[in-house]
């Protein structure tokens, strides 16, 4: 038993190395949500949990809640272990993993064996039948159109896909606010920023919120050889001179972790030899401020009405998806992040912004939530190669376990 | 029998339109070369050839040869019938039945019965199994590679397709220069330059040249989310901006017939939230100047050598197919054709280049060779709503019809 909370890094990387087994791939790890080998991981998840003195269960979608025995009030620690189809070993499984640890290490310690870690493996956080459905279930939102209408790639529904793995009649786990306090996310950051920085922690300061147009140029098609240039209406030159316009319009607005990507472009028909004369191209922009967010639109909106008052080619904005507003992470969690981080690397740690969405969004609107990031290697991630320094994912453990500390510390004297 | 050429505006009528039932396809055309239907309609041609007292074959590759049984110098006349997947009914077919009509009106008038008239209905101008391959054969070109490799989209080699035709013994019609002494192909714009200028007759002055090439931007893909704007190496970014400098370089260059066309572009991946890490863009360039092609390519390559001197994303260069040059139409046959449309009428003739390619820049590198445009409704072309007015179609030929006269007058003194 110690006197403080001590994290034992080679139960954590054992821990993670087994984990990884479940649907490796080389260095990376396949793992798609309810698939067989995903199952086999939440199964020994949840053996896992309850050798760490957890009630383990595997709920109504497929989430394994470990449930501390302790009174609250419990912090949550977790994050989702499903990948994408070429996935990193590391992803949302390093803060399963790190939310197993921290309950081990607070048992194992005299000041903290009485406080409460819950630890959650959230389902289908990368979308293979329906994104963030573990997390959406956990705080109350409505699930049954997603369990009647989201089927994965294979044409299979979730609903079979839950009935095949046996949780058709499983309980549903649902956030308890008079117990569940708050909310603990680490996670690699997928970017470089830290690398480039030579920093070891982030401590996420907002979640950006995102927007997703589809811009669509409408011209004449005609012979690239007899369509002189004066009388073309070439919807793909449309698209390209928007773009510029875009930029400048963004860059007013833009401020350092502003983003914003023209991920696709498909010109109509697409050959050598006609003027296109249709165009489409695929605008996101994200970014941490609402308000900011709200001023691109406008900004696009503006673009596209002056655009089309002064040419023949014209353009649509088309919304996809929902927009998806910026989550800010609460205050005093932070705090505690950056006083962990201190502790145990002085001067190594930053506040910075999350530009990857993660299932603290869905939960930070119900109770206070927190992240904390460890560098990725290359700033790379959702590939094969993603990876990790020992070192760094040691380190970012000891710190969200001092902080987990502190955070119910103050839980149980606010009670 | 007249006493000078004249045409027969319901007979020209009555053949196009009986032509046009060879596949037709609502007011369009599906007559792809070697095709049961296409074929029907080759044997259709060479009787009425025969019955305008040509002698008729259909040669090793297919195409229509009515030779004339008057002694030379000859005139060849003619020009396509296949046509590409969704076709006119006028593209080529326009240039053969004025060929046919010509010989029926010149041996109907006293002054010209003894003139040679050739007719020709080259087979496979659009490529379906290899581009111009009729003229290409006629000229002399090795075909033997195109007859063993060349297939159309079912897969079907154009050797087979040639036995199955029951034409791999038949024997192959050839240029003879010391009797084929010019080239007149009479075509539709294809573009709407004479429709635009109200005139009615074209006099081509050359065919444009064309250079076609993919360029490849090669950046590093990342998070769209997680990677700030700073850091990134965006491939389309790059594209885009390229695009604009080869606008800005090639209209320095450009005169108003020079024409450039970006038909197709791809980034890669090509999702929302991923940052391409490659995109290509596929350009084409055309000019009946050979001299300002040369300076557009120089221009091109010295753009991509600045861009990658000052750039992480690099771009390359890769030619696509072989370049063509620009072929000029015979002075003295343009001026033939000049004449024969002032005549018919006034003012309304205009001298233009092609910006389509046509066999007439095959035969053209071997024998002096003109074309003559009529204009096209709308400016289009390969598409079923193509069409060209009556009294154009009638005039067109009548202008024809007279140029050919007196082009054979001359050739006949200068023998």
């Keep these: 038993m110690h006197d403080f909370p001590r994290i034992n890094p080679v139960r954590l990387l054992d821990d993670l190395r087994t984990l990884r087994s479940f649907g490796a791939h080389g260095s990376g790890v396949v793992r798609l949500s309810l698939s067989p080998v995903d199952l086999e991981a939440r199964r020994w998840r949840a053996a896992r949990m309850t050798e760490a003195g957890l009630d383990a269960t595997i709920d109504r979608v497929g989430t394994v809640f470990g449930r501390s025995r302790q009174a609250g009030p419990a912090l949550v620690i977790g994050s989702h272990t499903d990948t994408q189809p070429t996935g990193g070993w590391l992803d949302g499984a390093l803060g399963v993993i790190y939310g197993l640890e921290i309950a081990h290490a607070l048992a194992e310690c005299a000041a903290t064996r009485d406080f409460a870690v819950d630890v959650a493996s959230w389902i289908d956080e990368e979308g293979t039948f329906s994104s963030f459905l573990g997390s959406r279930s956990f705080v109350g939102d409505d699930i049954d159109a997603s369990l009647q209408q989201a089927r994965n790639r294979d044409g299979l529904s979730l609903g079979d896909a839950l009935a095949q793995a046996g949780l058709a009649d499983a309980p549903r786990v649902m956030l308890d606010r008079a117990r569940q306090r708050a909310y603990l996310e680490p996670h690699i950051e997928q970017g470089g920023r830290l690398e480039a920085a030579g920093k070891a922690i982030g401590v996420v300061t907002t979640i950006v919120g995102i ?18 240039m004066a009388i073309r209406r070439d919807a793909g030159a449309a698209l390209v001179a928007f773009i510029t ?23 109509d028909p697409g050959s050598f030899s006609v003027v296109p004369g249709k165009a489409d191209l695929y605008l996101q922009f994200r970014d941490g401020n609402a308000g900011r967010l709200h001023a691109m639109e406008s900004a696009l909106a503006a673009l596209a009405d002056e655009w089309n008052a002064q040419h023949a080619v014209q353009v649509e904005l088309i919304a996809c ?23 145990v690397a002085p001067g190594q740690w930053v506040s910075m912004p999350s530009g990857a969405s993660h299932d603290a969004q869905v939960i ?52």
């Design 364 to 415: 930070g609107h119900h109770i206070p939530a927190c992240m904390l990031f460890v560098p990725s290697i290359g700033g790379v991630s959702h590939d094969f190669i993603e990876d990790t320094a020992e070192a760094d994912i040691v380190r970012g453990c000891d710190v969200a376990a001092r902080a987990a500390a502190a955070i119910l510390a103050q839980l149980r004297q606010s009670v």
């Design 245 to 267: 316009r875009i930029d400048a319009a963004f860059q007013q607005l833009a401020d350092a972790d502003t983003v914003w990507t023209v991920g696709r472009i498909d010109l």
């Design 321 to 343: 998806d929902g927009p998806e507003e910026p989550v800010v992470m609460d205050a005093s969690l932070q705090q505690h992040l950056a006083q962990a981080a201190e502790a």
């Design 211 to 228: 927007r997703e147009f589809q811009l669509r140029f409408t011209g004449q098609r005609n012979h690239a050889g007899t369509t002189p």
